[in-house]
């Protein structure tokens, strides 16, 4: 009989309960029990919504990150946070955030100023994770406290476990030495730790274990390979069964080596890797459970389980009781229940699968292998009618929007003049001085903003109202940017509720859901939008708002928008074309925007590309394709403008120093980045690599309720001088400030402009 089980769950609730448990403890308004026992309260939910399965995730719930839980397993603190005294969750919401309570004075008073640990992309997702530190000095020590607990919750609500930790190999891959350590020399140190884990799990009766390696669908480092042989040589024996879980992509030239690795069962993501199912299965000794990921666990579309199981079913007869079946990957990147949505649309709701749908999906496919397709047959009809009814709708093509993608031409994407010829004619017309000062685009979504926001949204407050309370919060930016002397000003961004879903809602081809929300860190929880259709633009989305903020000041004021290529990964995207193709209609419709902010007389428009990278294919032989029509995508989008017209884009959290080539070739004339948290290493790139444009090295983490010096920020931007001309330096925070508020913001920005002043001095 086949195993049904599951990689991870949603860890923030239904309705983000999580979140909302985090930010009060963090702000004083509950306490370290109320917090635990919220974890509690949702581990047990979780739990009973899995009770179907024959085995499930436990582990996977975290109060943060789940590579930080690792971290703090495995005994590896920062040296900043080592000898810090009192609660280890404390401890804990330093390294993640830089603090455990948003009280400054508390914070003070137990440890005073922390750094926060470095932030990046969970491979080619939106999520992001806490970067792993190790130097010369780094030891590991066994710390199981928090899966042991979790791990006696779950028996004693009768659940049938399967702890989930990630591998050794995957861990320190993810990590970053701080010194010239070699990553791998740590390996003896820590196979030993990580042993002792599996036999204390064994101690405690479990079966089976879920390693995690999702490192082996990437391309691996010289030496990488046989370190794995050495590591689960090291960790066979431990008295617990193994089943290695890779997911995102295909095993490739790693395929052989996975199969021989002395584990009981190995994971592959069939949705991204049907090809390998064959292979894989006649590598594996005959004793080994193969687990496939069949259903979709990135994306919200149901699975087409007709087609699924005439693939599937060959495979269950060979297998036999060898075969498990699973999502792809943890479930953490979908949202909780589908049954949620009571406004959404539908009929594109009919298409769609969030997390309790898809273990339904698996649990049919389970009952079909069972006893056959006609024991499930009425099931298995509905699901082929929701899947042809989407394939069939008019909704979904527009035959105009396709014949402007097929018209696309290299001019679209081409500036009139090089960077040298327009950078003057920019500086001509907007008279700036050097080290300007900017931010991001977005200040403080205060609790007027959002109160404001959910009255408009449910009829309680009209129209004019709800313009007359962002036109109010509009005036309160620029207000305190005149006050704060910065140099080009934002709106605010105010009546934007979030940077994808607020220009999806203007497009058409796209659905809103009221729950869908994903966790992207920490208790930032996002609302991606369902990209299900061609798109378009049928009016402007952006034009008065920023008008309106121009006509409060003299000083420039920046035209904000989202890049197609960001909001195209952070959509729930249609899987029924290219992505490239959905891109280059993205493109096309914020184009239109850009060109109608430059006639209404915006000289500075920024074009954010946040998520440039976290699309890249997690194989560098692959990386061409996609940059090739990200970057056009991006020149479509912004390269229509006159030479006096200054484009900027921004890029948050992500490693750009293997693609700056071809963030260069996307010709923005102003990029701004994250460079705070790392100690301006991205900046490294520029040793070898020119950068021709202007360039903002972000100075201010605003990920973190700590406060920059001005000292800080001053000795920030004198290394980023030694690499990129003061001429062409900005000083700006590293993302926008819609998180914070403005009692940090404020001083935060104080010392970000009297620092540029400072640089101002020695140029």
Known sequence: MTTIHN???????????????????WKGQSTRDELLALGAQLRAKHWADQQALDLVPVGDFSFYDQVLDMSFTLGNLPQRVRDFHGDTLDNYFRVARGRAAESAEAHARCCGGVAAGEMTKWFD????????????????????????????????KGVKAKPVIIGPMTYLALGKAKDDSDRLALLPKLLPVYAELLKTLAAQ????????????????????????????????????????????GQLKDNLALTAGLPVQGIHLDAVNARDEVSALTAALPADRVVSLGVINGRNIWKSDLHAVLDWLEPVAATLGERLWIAPSCSLLHVPVDLASELKLDAEVKSWLAFALQKLAELDLLGRALKGGRASVQAELDANRNAVE?????????NPAVKAAVAAIDARLGQRQTAYAQRAAKQAALLKLPAFPTTTIGSFPQTGEIRHARSEYKAGRLDEAGYQAAMRAEIERSVNEQEALGL??????????????????????????????????????????????????RPKAMTVAWTRYA????????????????????????????????????????????????????????????????????????????????????????ANGVADETQIHTHMCY??????????????????????????MELLDAFDDFKYP??????????????????????????????????ERLWVNPDCGLKTRQWAEVIPALTNMVAAARTLRQSV
């Open 487 to 536: 140099d080009v000003f934002v709106h605010g961004e105010a009546e934007r509720n979030d940077m994808v879903e607020y220009f999806g809602e203007q497009l058409e081809g796209y659905a809103f859901t009221q729950f869908g929300w994903v966790q992207s860190y920490g208790s930032r929880c996002v609302k991606p939008p369902v990209l299900f259709g061609d798109i378009s």
């Open 654 to 679: 992500s490693e750009f120093n293997d693609i700056i080539a071809s963030i260069a070739d996307m010709d923005a004339d102003v990029i701004t980045i994250e460079t705070s948290r790392s100690d």
């Open 7 to 25: 990689l991870g769950f949603p860890r923030i609730g239904a309705r983000r309960e999580l979140k909302f448990g985090q930010e009060a403890y």
């Open 205 to 248: 009766g479990v079966a089976w274990v879920q390693i995690d390696e999702p490192i082996l669908v990437t391309d691996l480092e010289a030496g990488w390979a046989q370190a794995f042989k050495t590591a689960y040589a090291a960790l066979a024996g431990s008295g617990v069964k193994l089943l290695l879980a890779t997911y995102f």
């Open 550 to 637: 121009q006509s409060l000041t003299d000083k420039p004021m920046k035209g904000m928008l989202t890049g197609p290529v960001t909001i195209l990964n952070w959509s729930f995207v249609r899987d029924d074309q290219p992505r490239s193709v959905s891109c280059k209609q993205l493109a096309l419709a914020i184009r239109q925007e850009v060109l109608d902010l430059e006639r209404a007389g915006v000289r500075v428009i920024q074009i954010d590309e946040a998520a440039l990278r976290e699309g890249l294919p997690l194989r560098k032989s692959q990386w061409g394709e996609y940059l090739d029509w990200a970057v056009e995508s991006f020149r479509i989008t």
């Open 389 to 397: 009814a989407r394939r069939r709708s008019p909704r979904v093509n």
């Open 693 to 726: 444009n202007e360039i903002g090295p972000g100075v201010y983490d605003i990920h973190s309720p700590n406060i920059p010096t001005q000292e800080h920020i001053v000795e920030l931007m004198r290394k980023a001088a030694e690499r990129i001309p003061a």
């Open 125 to 156: 997702t939106n999520y992001h994770f806490i970067v792993p530190e190790f130097d010369a000095s780094t030891t590991f020590k066994l710390d199981a406290s928090r899966l042991l607990a979790q791990l006696f919750e779950a028996r004693v």
